[in-house]
C-alpha cells in the first residue's frame, strides 16, 4: 500500500508506472457515465498456504460506440497469465478476471473515437529482507499517445511530434492487440489478455 507522504514524493512518471494512464476529468466522466469501468490499481497480496508474497490484479473496460478503456496483464516475456478467476459480473464492460504473480507486465489502454492511448507497465516484487513484506517495483515499458489503429494488423500506430513512426515492442504486439479489441468491443464480458486454467474453459464475448 502506497501512503500520502510516498505518493507526493513520487514523480509524474513513477505515478505513471504505479497506477496507469492518468486520465483527466473529462474523461474519466464519460467512462463512468458509459458504465465502462477500467481498474488498472495494483497490490501487493500474502498468500497464506504458498507462504508468499503476490502482485494482485483486475483485467477489466470494455467500450460504447466511441468510447472504451480496457487494462490487462501478461507475463514478463509478453507470455498469456492464468487468472485466478473469473467474475461473472451482471453487468458488462467491467471487471472480467483477477490475477496474480509474482511478476508481471500490464497493459492499459484508452480509446476516445479512433485515438488510442496505450500504456505498458512492468511489475516486480523486490524482496529487502527474508520474512519481510517486498517492495514492490514499476516500470514504464512502452507509452503511446494519440495513436490510430492500422487496419491490416489491428495495432495502433504511433508518431513522435515530428512524425516519425514509434514501434510498439515487439515482445507486447499480442497483448496490446487484444487489449486494444477490448477497448473497441461494445458491452465486453470477458478476459481478452487473461486465460483460463488448463482444467476451466471459458467463452469470451
Known sequence: MTTTSQRNSL???????LRGLRLPSPA???LREAGIYCEPA??????????????????????????????????????PLD??????????????????APHLV??????????????????????????RRPTLENHIVFHGINGTVVAE??????????????????????AIKNAVAGAYTVGCRGPRLLLPPANCSSEVT
Not at 92 to 100: E, F, I, K, S
Open 11 to 17: 514523480s509524474k512518471r513513477q505515478v505513471l508506472a
Open 28 to 30: 474519466l466522466k464519460q
Open 42 to 79: 495494483i497490490s501487493i497480496e500474502y498468500q497464506h498456504l504458498a507462504k508468499r508474497y503476490v502482485i494482485w490484479g483486475r483485467e477489466s473496460g470494455g467500450a460504447v460506440a466511441g468510447l472504451g478503456a480496457y487494462c490487462g496483464y501478461v507475463g514478463t516475456s509478453g507470455e
Open 83 to 100: 487468472w485466478l478467476a473469473r467474475v461473472n459480473s451482471v453487468g458488462r464492460n467491467g471487471v472480467h478476471a483477477t490475477v496474480t
Open 106 to 131: 500490464r497493459v492499459h489502454v484508452f480509446r476516445n473515437e479512433e485515438n488510442c492511448e496505450v500504456l505498458i507497465t512492468r511489475h516486480e516484487l523486490i524482496a529487502k529482507e527474508i520474512g
Open 153 to 174: 494488423t489491428s495495432l495502433p500506430e504511433f508518431r513522435s511530434r515530428v512524425g516519425e513512426l514509434v514501434s510498439v515492442p515487439a515482445l507486447f504486439r499480442e
